[in-house]
């Protein structure tokens, strides 16, 4: 991976391509939802993948954007945080004594989309900077320097990790997915991806949601399921996500959870089944799951659903 240390200073002339820029970037940074996250006990066995509804439990309580959750291990979670100024920074949550710690406090840049890199000495963003460029950024779990990822790669929106190589989300007219095999080969997956890009688990695979190819089912939006195989540079459908759904999730090599509305469902890619609702959670005053993880231990589930009112 190419990398660039330190913040550096890329304000060309105002031209159409900056003026696109910034207009993503605003949409990024401001027109984020409300939401909160929810912790949430889950089982996977032999015999299938339980959720325990039940336990339910509210971890954040802002009026803002709590959202974008992650495990970075079985009891650490990393996820976006508005503030009141309107900023958005990085925050730890430790599942064993219920703590909150900032991992960014950033005042005139914000943070988003944090993973943990392979390495685990890391957490990536999605920093929005000074000059509003959006590229990907790593933040040493130590508290260290930030480091620079990818520096002539931008404006990035979502990302994917793959070992060390991160498939990024690029805005624009109309969005791409790519792979940057390295500085002078930066490969085109696709033209319109979904913002989710999940490496599948024990394969050589990034897979996203392909909205060039919509279909209406029982009136909800379908889009197709693809696998980009980083070894032979191809695509493939594995299926088709839940309709009117956005963010999903791997068990395991075979099987995916998505959400929609208040409900959770699984799906078996190798069997080729249907969806399958396995949970609802009604939460007072909660609607419409979105982001969703699992972690590592797949004994805790997190959710993030905006209020209802």
């Known amino acids: 991976m190419f990398i660039l240390k330190m913040f550096s200073s890329t304000i060309k002339p105002y031209n159409l391509l900056l003026a696109t820029i910034f207009f993503f970037t605003l949409t990024y940074a401001h027109a984020q939802k409300s939401s909160d996250l929810f912790l949430i006990q889950a089982k996977k066995g032999l015999f299938g993948f339980t959720i325990f509804s039940e336990t339910a439990k509210k971890i954040t309580s802002g009026k803002y954007y709590d959202n974008q959750p992650t495990f970075i291990n079985k009891s650490q979670l990393a996820f976006t945080s508005q503030d009141e100024s309107g900023n958005f920074d990085i925050i730890m949550y430790n599942l064993s004594n219920d703590k909150f710690t900032n991992m960014t406090r950033t005042s005139d840049i914000s943070e988003f989309s944090p993973d943990i890199t392979s390495c685990g000495q890391y957490i990536s963003t999605v920093t929005v900077e000074k000059d509003s460029s959006q590229r990907l950024w790593l933040y040493p779990i130590n508290f260290g320097e930030p480091e620079l990822l990818y520096d002539d790669i931008k404006p990035v929106g979502y990302y994917g990790w793959h070992g060390e190589t991160a498939a990024l989300f690029l805005l624009g007219t109309p969005n791409r997915l790519v792979y940057p095999y390295s500085r002078e080969d930066i490969f085109e997956v696709a033209q319109n991806p979904g913002r989710c890009i999940k490496r599948r688990p024990g394969t050589d695979e990034i897979v996203y949601l392909?909205?060039?190819?919509?279909?209406v089912s029982d009136g909800k939006e379908v889009f197709e399921l693809k696998a980009f195989d980083i070894k032979n540079r191809q695509s493939a459908t594995i299926g088709t996500a839940l309709g009117n759904a956005e963010d999903f999730f791997w068990l395991d090599k075979n099987n995916l959870i998505m959400a929609r509305d208040n409900s959770i469902?699984?799906?078996n890619i190798s069997k080729g089944t249907d969806w399958?609702?396995?949970?609802?959670?009604?939460?007072?005053?909660?609607k419409n799951i979105s982001r969703i993880t699992l972690s590592p231990d797949n004994k805790n589930l997190v959710i993030a659903m905006e209020p209802s009112k």
């Open 265 to 267: 469902y699984l799906k």
């Open 276 to 286: 399958e609702e396995i949970a609802t959670l009604n939460i007072p005053g909660y």
């Open 210 to 215: 392909d909205k060039g190819s919509n279909i």
